[in-house]
């Protein structure tokens, strides 16, 4: 603590100097002296409780651990994840297999029971009477076609008596064993030439529709065969619930086209 010399008027500390100002000589009285010591001994005291105090504090977080750090809760939460992770595997497996075996139940048609039809017979799809009324060879479209096909169209009716729109997808299948889908609405309007708006208004479809009471309408489905084969099977569908999400299909209808007999 420095204080100010009675003689000369500058400041200096009493304590390094020995009670004498360094400037004039003059001697410090002792009461200066002794407030002086007291000071210097109060300061000194309070930096280094507060030195103690902030090296302690910081021991005290070098060596405080979180739980979460420690090897034996590391080796728990691990484990956690490795469980976790087991149980999503099995249970995506189990989804797997669910489905897998759902598909072959339903969707694969080897075991399917299958009856024979003629163009002409009467079968029932999702509650509508459905007839094929026959087929042909649709030459006109012939230039629209790449080399070595042809397109097969065949017609059918239906009763008109169920409101649901679709009633089963078609499929042939050609002397080889190749099977195909007839064409969708986007594939028919680029063979034939037409708008979307008279696509509408025609009797074309990409599967097999209900009239939605006009009875004994007809519609047009197309299939793209090899141009060299004259026997082809058609084959119709019908589903367990017309209205469910999963439908699947227990029944396969099955028509030879062979073009030398078409109707």
């Known amino acids: 603590m420095k204080i100010e010399c009675s003689a000369c008027g500058k400041k200096y500390d009493p304590v390094k100097k020995q009670g004498i100002c360094p400037y004039c000589g003059m001697?410090?009285?002792?009461?200066?002296?002794?407030e002086a010591i007291e000071n210097e001994r109060v300061q000194s005291g309070t930096v280094s409780e507060v030195l103690r105090g902030y090296l302690n504090e910081k021991l005290r977080k070098e060596q405080k651990i979180s739980p979460l750090r420690r090897k034996g809760m590391q080796l728990l939460i691990c484990l956690f994840l490795v469980g976790c992770m087991v149980l999503v595997g099995l249970w995506g497996y189990g989804r797997y297999k669910e489905r897998l075996e759902y598909y072959r139940d339903h969707r694969s048609t080897e075991q399917m029971e299958t009856k024979e039809c003629r163009p002409g017979d009467q079968i029932v799809?999702?509650?509508?009477?459905?007839?094929?009324?026959?087929?042909?060879?649709?030459?006109?479209?012939?230039?629209?076609?790449?080399?070595?096909?042809?397109?097969?169209?065949?017609s059918y009716s239906d009763d008109g008596t169920t409101e649901y729109n679709r009633l089963s997808d078609a499929f042939i299948c050609t002397e080889k064993g190749c099977t195909a889908k007839c064409f969708d609405r986007y594939d028919i309007m680029e063979l034939t030439g037409i708008t979307e708006d008279q696509y509408r208004e025609s009797d074309y479809c990409d599967g097999v529709f209900s009239g939605k009471g006009t009875p004994g309408a007809e519609h047009k489905i197309l299939f793209a065969v090899p141009a060299a084969e004259k026997e082809h099977r058609l084959y119709l569908f019908s589903t367990t619930d017309i209205y469910a999400s999963d439908k699947s299909a227990e029944m396969r209808y099955e028509y030879v086209l062979r073009e030398e007999a078409s109707v």
């Open 125 to 154: 799809l999702g509650g509508s009477r459905v007839r094929v009324t026959g087929f042909r060879v649709a030459e006109e479209y012939q230039k629209n076609v790449s080399e070595g096909f042809k397109i097969i169209e065949v």
């Open 27 to 34: 001697h410090s009285t002792e009461e200066q002296m002794a």
